[in-house]
């Protein structure tokens, strides 16, 4: 346990420093009129997470992860709303259903070789957005759903934004330590394995199908689970926070943070809806840059930019690399130690 | 009489016009070295990738312990006892020599996605067992004070050490070691074919495909050799050296016979 | 479902199917020369619709100097992606490759969207808007010069191939780029042209539809799709398997569009490439050869 404890030392400081960060950001001392923002960090960072393993250790590229998004959304808010379910029985089932779901359209064609999967997920993304537009009788067409209730525990209802702001980091903290967990674990090294050599892992006995369609699916149940969260947060959902937009949005949280990282993919979140949330309207509004961020475009001109940016010149993602810059800068100053 | 642990019948594999292995019966003795050898483009490298099953056989069969493998993938194979190494050597990268082995112990245990997420003890205890076998197995080739480098810090040598040893970790009753001397030298050659020996003494069956005649003529018991797709000759080393046959195949080659 | 619709179906069929032929035959083009799958193909026949609109309505050009022009930036650009990306990020994973396509798209599509607006364009039709009449159903002209169109660039595709040296240079990098290197072919140059040309093709589609079924910045992840499921259907390597998969494709939407019953609306024509998309990949997951399925 000790030995653990040393080997990842860092990563429990950094940790420690995360915990306490999240704790006193929302305070009035620093951002509390950004809860909002900081909660939808929370919430991306859940579908980004799982997008992150599936790309980086199975080098499978998933086009789609919205469709997962909105159906943990639409499914929670379905039947929380209409059939009047107990909401934590909703997310359940949505995620139930969201991963039975990925793995009938996964299992074929991840036996395949090459990368089906990306266009496969493309497809299935827009299907999956337009018949949230347009199955009215269930989904409340183009204007979606209210009137979502809040998630509760016994007599407490989460319905400040503190409170939601609690909760949803909570599970984003479950779920990043649980990530981290496997990744450290035979399975986190069968998924390496994978990512080496997939012929070197069969030999080992890695069967190499079989886990490509795990991760797939697990990333397709993270993506459920923010969904129902994010319902339950906004109280309404509509098909436009699930188009195609909204994958190449997380995609792009993926990609920033770092593919075959999991507490990149929480740097990856922030950047990105920083970006979006913050910096592109205060772009906007300064004269240099008006006529560029006019139209909606220029969200998509950014995403671009940095998806091949960052592709081309930092293929492991900022978060990575910066983390691996340190621990290069470390290994150096501990070498020149010993030789002195 | 010994067993034989693997068998081929009439073992054939065609790339569209070509015939990589044109009916090959063989048969490996359990407990003993087994050399293929044979020129360039003779098929050695496809028998083994039938035998470890990435490639399926266009017709013919292949028993292994007296059952036919049939079209079991090959992490299948791997888990019933067959293990193998790689002329490109293939090592992950992305972890340290000694999590490499430790892969090596994926098919002998067990616990999945839910034990490790939540901690369980039944994932520490596996762990403990998996490392204590990696260390093992890591030491058995010599390369016991590199576990915590990353592989490709190692030279070649010792690179291609450190994939027997993840193949040992699958604790494989039959292992298929493809051109394990390629790019080392004779110190190198040496503390291979002694390694090689220590691993038949562990009851390990091993079948190596091998250019350097000197390594193969040092080690291996029986010897079969390969052209063109057809088995034309097998006894032992000596036997096979004085061949007519053998002789011609070779000739071709560069490398003479001593 | 009456004769007359049956055929009018038939007709829109062919002739949607011909664009999604040409947008395939971009994808198996690029697929076969580098073994890249191009994200951004179908953004090239989004930018082969805006510009001949931009060159024709704005700039005033007669048509034919308009399509000649938008397919010739078209393939500059193309050239430009290869060269500022693929080209740039040496030795890039599969993973990479693909994100960098489709960052490409996105970026393309940003663009497009600033320059020209959200708003669906139409280029002038070719021979006016004056419909014929064939079998009880109504074709367009502009049908007819996609058609033509698309059957005179599968001929020009073809003697490329077979009797040009270039031609012949490309299908030697797709069969086998190290042995192309060896007699001389730079494979380099090749995916330049091979970008080029792909590029060229999905412009020259989205110049000539875009008269008849207007164009808008956001169009080309959808094409691209479609294109993408009837270069599947060819298996990425015929020509002429691809054309006719891209043209199954089209009757196939607008048959079930007809049809007009439950799944089978209007509203859920992307759905139609999808699921045929999803049974090609079944089909061929089943019966696989183990090589195809490992390492």
Redesign the interface.
Known sequence: MLAALKKHKWSYVGMAACLLLLVLLPTEYLLAEKISLLTAVGVYSIVAVGLCLL?GYT???A?GQAAFFGLGAYISAVLSTTHNVNPWLAMLIAAVATGAFAYV?GF??L??????L???T???G??MW??F??LSQYTGGPDGITGVPDLSIGGFVFDTDLRKYSLIWAFCIVILL?SQ??M???????L??I???????????????QFKV?IFV?SAVYASVAGSLYAHQTNAIGPGSFD?LAS?LI?TMA?VGG??SVWGAVFGAAAILILKIEWIPEMSKMSFFRP?F???????????????VV??FL?NGLFVSLRDAFDSWRRRRTQRGVAG | MSASILETKALTKAFGGLTAVDKIDLSVEAGKITSVIGPNGAGKTTLFNLIAGVYAPTSGEILFQGNPLGHAPPHKRAALGIARTFQNVLLFDNMTALENVMTGQHPRSRYGFFEAAFRLPKSHREEEAISLAAKRYLTLVGLGMYADRNPLSLPLGQQKLLTIARALATEPKLLLLDEPGAGLNALEKQSLSELIRRIREMGVTIVLVEHDMDLVMGIAEWVIVLDSGQKIAEGTASQVQKDKKVIAAYLGEEEAIE | MTTHLFVQSLTSGLTQGCIYALIGLGFTIIFNVTGIINFAQGEFVMLGGMLSFYFTRSAGLPIIPALLVSVLIAALIGAALYLLTIRTARRASVVSLIIITIGAAIFIRGIAGEKWGVNPISPPAFTGKHPLHFLGATIQPQALWIIGITLAAAVVLHFLFSSTVIGKALRACSMNRSAAGLVGINPRMMALIAFALAAAIGALGGAVVAPLSFMSYDAGVGLGLKGFVAASMGGFKSQTAVIAGGIVLGVVEQVAIAIDWGPFKSEYKEAIALVLLLLILVVRSRKLSEEERVS
Not at chain 1, 111 to 116: D, P, T
Not at chain 1, 184 to 190: D, N, Q, T
Not at chain 1, 294 to 308: K, R
């Open positions: 790309m080098g499978q590229v086009l359209v074929p064609i036996r395949l070789r090459g990368n089906y990306a266009m496969a493309l497809g299935l827009i299907i337009v018949l537009r347009n649980i967990n496997v450290r674990s035979r399975a986190g090294r069968a390496r394995a990512h080496g050599s997939e012929g070197a892992a069969e030999s080992v006995g890695v069967n190499v199908t795990k697990l195609f190449v995609l990609v593919l075959a560029l006019m139209s909606g475009a220029a969200y998509l001109i950014s995403y671009g930019l940095l998806l091949m592709m081309i293929p």
